[in-house]
């Protein structure tokens, strides 16, 4: 029997629907809570009750296949959420109900993300696990938006996000920067040099056409913030461009090449620089940081830093705060004995007259 009770500080409507599914629903106000259930009892006995009966039949594949559809077009959708996305239809199945899925089911499928191997062998970060997560949230409330569903089953618990650990800052030292440099072959090289020299991601690198390389900077328009942005070009990367036109004769339009191929991953080429170089616990995307740290400790503004890297907020920029002090604070202490005081004592020739000290 449909009614309306009160629940706490809120009014609850309570009922079961035409597939015999009770539903319980709250709201502020007891007026609200009325004209709702009134309206969601004259539709069901109107044989109209569309909103829970879409919701009851349509499956998982249905779900996804319309959210490709619609996302496929994202810049991260080829390379990270068509991942998620194969992952989640393994793991709930294509014909499963999206009705079907609750809270329980989502939490069941994160800790399991959290505690399996991946094709790997390897073990998932909390970043990897997260970004997972937040593309099945996106998933469900595209549901809820196209009315496939009445409300997403994310609603009915606490954020599955887990807390990153987003300290990391490995840097190259000036010691270990001419050990990969000479580990690398060529094409690799020029790719770990222009990294070096503009704190650039990979993508951004590899990507990177000749037209985009002019005036004295490079410009930046496909980024991952969807902000463009110019990069000086300083004196090493002016000369490594200059060998690099000259073995190639312009004749591609991508930057970096080999064997006349536009370069497209480097992923083992780089680790096998690293294992010869001796260089352990060390990604690409550190060299980022290398050009970040070596920039932040020989004076540059964490303004400027910010705009380079090309930042959204300084938040992220923070990060390399600590190496500006750090260096000011050795700096500083070059100064060490400029004002401290010399002691000059003045001895007399009575026993009855002390020796005088002045400060200079």
């Given at each position: 029997m449909a009614k309306v009770r009160k629940r706490g500080k809120t009014w609850q409507i309570d009922y079961f629907d035409p597939?015999?599914?009770?539903?319980?629903?709250?709201f502020k106000k007891k007026k609200d809570a009325e004209a709702e259930l009134a309206k969601r009892v004259s539709l069901i006995a109107e044989g109209r009750y569309l909103d829970v009966k879409r919701e009851c039949t349509t499956v998982l594949k249905v779900l996804l296949d319309k959210y490709e559809e619609n996302h496929k077009h994202q810049p991260s959708y080829?390379?990270?959420?068509?991942?998620?996305?194969?992952?989640?239809?393994?793991?709930?199945?294509?014909?499963?109900?999206?009705?079907?899925?609750?809270?329980?089911?989502?939490?069941?499928?994160?800790?399991?993300?959290?505690?399996?191997?991946?094709?790997?062998?390897?073990?998932?970060?909390?970043?990897?696990?997260?970004?997972?997560?937040?593309c099945l949230r996106h998933v469900f409330t595209k549901a809820v938006e196209w009315e496939m569903?009445?409300?997403?089953?994310?609603?009915?618990?606490?954020?599955?996000?887990?807390?990153?650990?987003?300290?990391?800052?490995?840097?190259?030292?000036?010691?270990?920067?001419?050990?990969?440099?000479?580990?690398?072959?060529?094409?690799?090289?020029?790719?770990?040099?222009?990294?070096?020299?503009?704190g650039m991601r990979r993508g951004e690198v590899l990507s990177l056409k000749w037209d985009q390389v002019r005036n004295g900077f490079i410009y930046l328009t496909k980024t991952k913030t969807n902000e463009a942005r110019q990069i000086p070009i300083n004196k090493d990367l002016d000369n490594l461009f200059k060998r690099i036109r000259k073995k190639d004769h312009l004749t591609t339009e991508y930057v970096f090449n080999y064997q006349g191929t536009p370069v497209a991953d480097v992923k083992k080429a780089f680790a096998t620089a690293l294992k010869?170089?001796?260089?352990?616990?060390?990604?690409?995307?550190?060299?980022?940081?290398?050009?970040?740290?070596?920039?932040?400790?020989?004076?540059?503004?964490?303004?400027?830093?910010?705009?380079?890297?090309?930042?959204?907020?300084?938040?992220?920029?923070?990060?390399?705060?600590?190496?500006?002090?750090?260096?000011?604070?050795?700096?500083?202490?070059?100064?060490?004995?400029?004002?401290?005081?010399?002691?000059?004592?003045?001895?007399?020739?009575?026993?009855?007259?002390?020796?005088?000290?002045?400060?200079?």
């Open positions: 597939n015999g599914k009770r539903v319980r629903k709250a080829k390379t990270c959420k068509q991942y998620f996305i194969d992952d989640i239809r393994s793991r709930f199945g294509d014909d499963t109900l999206i009705s079907n899925i609750r809270y329980v089911d989502l939490e069941t499928y994160r800790n399991h993300l959290m505690n399996t191997l991946t094709k790997h062998k390897k073990k998932r970060s909390v970043a990897t696990v997260n970004k997972a997560i937040g569903v009445e409300s997403s089953p994310f609603d009915k618990g606490r954020p599955l996000v887990r807390k990153e650990n987003n300290k990391r800052l490995r840097f190259l030292t000036e010691e270990e920067i001419p050990k990969l440099l000479n580990a690398c072959p060529v094409y690799l090289r020029n790719i770990v040099e222009c990294t070096l020299n503009t010869k170089a001796g260089i352990v616990d060390f990604r690409f995307h550190d060299l980022r940081h290398t050009f970040a740290s070596h920039f932040a400790m020989r004076g540059g503004s964490l303004k400027d830093l910010q705009e380079l890297l090309g930042h959204r907020t300084m938040t992220m920029t923070l990060r390399y705060a600590h190496l500006t002090q750090e260096h000011k604070k050795k700096a500083v202490n070059l100064l060490n004995g400029l004002t401290a005081s010399k002691i000059i004592c003045h001895k007399t020739v009575t026993s009855q007259n002390p020796s005088k000290c002045s400060s200079l």
